[in-house]
Structures are given as C-alpha cells and as structure tokens.
C-alpha cells in the first residue's frame, strides 16, 4: 500500500508562483512513475505532468509545458511541481499520482492517488 501525501497548494495572484510536493511513503520504491493530475470545478480530470523514475523523462500537458516543471528527490521519496507564470485557468485540485513502471499520461494506469490539494489563482 502506498500513501501520496500532497502539499503546498494555495491562493495566488496570476502570473505568481507556487511550489507543490507529494511525498510518497509506504513501501520500498523502485521503478515508480510519478506525475500530477488536475480537476478543476465543472471539468473533467486531466493530465498536467510525469517523471520516471530516474527523473530523466518527464512529459507535460501542452497547457503547462514552460511554465510547469517537474522534478523528484528519491531519497526523500518525494516529488515537485514547480508552477510558474500561473493563471486563473490553473485554478484547479492537483492530485499526486503513482505507478510501477514507465511514466504515462493515461489517468486510468495510475494505481496509487493522493487526496489532492486546492491550487487557486486570482485575476
């Protein structure tokens, strides 16, 4: 069983910045995918970005690709979503997600979710 704990959304003016965490705990880690998903209200779930385990590959929703970088500390089992140049359409729950395996961008292929955090972003 693996638990995602997320941290670090909140309340932004547009164009500011914000930094989300996701520690990752339950279970010896290895080969593990991470990557966040978000909904916002009257939306559909969807994809924002991933990393492999090595950190080497990442993948991002053309929505956020140059403003949204992702990174992971294995030995923290922790990972990041540095969010930059935010706007209110980013307003959304971010939910940290995890798999064994390569990094995806298919929602349903992610076993383990986190239980989101609130990102919003005024005008």
């Known amino acids: 069983q693996v638990q995602l704990v997320e941290s670090g959304g909140g309340l932004v003016q547009a164009g500011g910045s914000l930094r989300l965490s996701c520690a990752a705990s339950?279970?010896?880690?290895?080969?593990?995918?991470m990557g966040w998903f978000r909904q916002a209200p009257g939306k559909e779930r969807e994809f924002v970005a991933t990393?492999?385990?090595?950190?080497?590959?990442?993948f991002y929703a053309d929505s956020v690709k140059g403003r949204f970088t992702i990174s992971r500390d294995r030995a923290k089992n922790t990972m990041y979503l540095q969010m930059n140049s935010l706007k209110p359409e980013d307003t959304a729950v971010y939910y940290c997600?995890?798999?064994?395996?390569?990094?995806?961008?298919?929602?349903?292929?992610?076993?383990?979710w986190g239980q989101g955090t609130q990102v919003t972003v005024s005008s």
């Open positions: 997600v995890g798999r064994r395996g390569i990094p995806i961008i298919k929602e349903s292929e992610y076993d383990d």
């Open positions: 339950g279970r010896t880690f290895s080969n593990y995918a």
């Open positions: 990393i492999s385990w090595s950190g080497l590959t990442t």
